[in-house]
């Protein structure tokens, strides 16, 4: 081996690295310390307390971390009453979340970064039902009236939309009121029977609450006819005792709130009818009474199953009267009808 060729290797520590030769080994780099540090967030919520219905809206706040951009930390929202969460976008300021139910409810937002680290923030709100309703009466003829009573009404209730179930609603006042309906048919003419639910909305500066049912009435069935009766005064032949015709009516079931009712009178050779103007209309033949007469009778009030309707110009001649009812069930009487020959005045 040539000598000149070969000689020893040269090693010399240098700062913690060795340098064989001319080859230098660099230092370690030091390791990055672990992220622990959980994210920071915020929110804010336009109310802590709610009805029914109404929506709760979450406004985000900042949201800062040591390591993370914002972009890179998640956050979920649990709105607390069971409802799927709600994955909020960083770049979305406000969410929404209508509640179904009422109780005691605690938001949670859950702030995750990058690292896994994860924060909760809350905050409680309440959900409850306005208002309370208090009904006359649960079961109904056709047009028998009932009273809806609203008490409890919460301040700054601004109004309440009232569905009395039969397709027609009142919307009124926020405040305690007492109102009275009755049932007979719904807007498209139908008559009303069987169960009906009343539902209330009450709206305040939150919003509307849902349709809160308040009531439940029955309309019972009404097959039973009113009995139209007209009173013969016992000086039948004297005008003065036909000044005022009266008479009754009576039903089983729904009322009826009026009786129509025909006056005809024949004097001579001359025939004349008491028309809903309630003047004397004379007419000539079928024809006549048909034009002038048969649809134009004089629609009476019943109070207390009685009636009465003033019959002015009568002279003297055959008298005709014939009375008619239908109760709010829409069943019909049978005619009522009397005849008087009047000779003295």
């Known amino acids: 081996m040539n000598s000149r060729l070969s000689r020893p290797l040269l090693t010399i520590a240098v700062s913690g690295a060795l340098v064989a030769g001319s080859g230098l080994v660099a230092s370690p780099a030091l390791a990055e310390p672990a992220d622990t540090v959980a994210p920071v967030g915020s929110f804010k919520l336009n109310s802590a307390a709610f009805w029914i219905g109404q929506s709760v809206s979450l406004t985000q706040g900042t949201v800062t971390d040591e390591t993370s951009a914002p972009?890179?930390?998640?956050?979920?929202?649990?709105?607390?009453?069971?409802?799927?969460?709600?994955?909020?976008?960083?770049?979305?300021?406000?969410?929404?979340?209508?509640?179904?139910?009422?109780?005691?409810?605690?938001?949670?937002?859950t702030y995750t970064d990058a690292a896994g680290n994860a924060s909760d923030v809350t905050s409680a709100v309440t959900v409850t039902t306005p208002g309370r309703v208090k009904l006359s009466k649960t079961s109904v003829w056709?047009?028998?009236?009932?009273?809806?009573?609203?008490?409890?009404?919460p301040a700054g209730t601004k109004k309440?939309?009232?569905?009395?179930?039969?397709?027609?609603?009142?919307?009124?006042?926020?405040?305690?009121?007492?109102?009275?309906?009755?049932?007979?048919?719904?807007?498209?003419?139908?008559?009303i029977r069987g169960a009906v639910t009343m539902r209330a909305t009450y709206t305040n500066s939150l919003g509307a609450s849902s349709a809160i049912v308040v009531g439940k009435v029955t309309v019972k069935k009404d097959t039973a006819?009113?009995?139209?009766?007209?009173?013969?005064?016992?000086?039948?032949?004297?005008?003065k005792s036909w000044k005022t015709i009266k008479g009754t009516v009576a039903d089983?079931?729904?009322?009826?709130?009026?009786?129509?009712?025909?006056?005809?009178?024949?004097?001579?050779?001359?025939?004349?009818?008491?028309?809903?103007?309630?003047?004397w209309k004379r007419y000539y033949g079928t024809a006549g009474y048909n034009k002038y007469c048969s649809r134009s009778s004089v629609e009476v009030t019943i109070t207390k199953g009685k009636w009465s309707m003033k019959l002015p110009g009568l002279k003297k001649g055959t008298l005709y009267v014939d009375?008619?009812?239908?109760?709010?069930?829409?069943?019909?009487?049978?005619?009522?009808?009397?005849?008087?020959?009047?000779?003295?005045s």
């Open 71 to 109: 972009d890179q930390i998640t956050r979920v929202a649990d709105w607390g009453d069971g409802t799927p969460t709600t994955t909020l976008a960083p770049g979305t300021v406000k969410y929404a979340h209508k509640y179904a139910k009422t109780g005691k409810f605690t938001v949670k937002v």
């Open 252 to 279: 089983k079931g729904a009322i009826a709130p009026y009786v129509y009712v025909w006056a005809t009178r024949i004097t001579g050779n001359k025939s004349y009818c008491f028309t809903a103007k309630k003047t």
């Open 160 to 191: 309440i939309v009232f569905d009395w179930g039969d397709s027609f609603v009142d919307t009124l006042p926020g405040k305690n009121q007492s109102i009275r309906g009755l049932y007979y048919k719904n807007k498209k003419g139908r008559l």
């Open 142 to 153: 056709n047009g028998e009236r009932l009273s809806v009573t609203f008490s409890g009404v």
């Open 225 to 239: 006819k009113p009995v139209v009766k007209i009173t013969k005064p016992g000086s039948a032949n004297r005008l």
């Open 323 to 344: 009375a008619r009812s239908w109760d709010w069930a829409d069943n019909a009487s049978k005619w009522a009808s009397v005849k008087a020959k009047i000779t003295r």
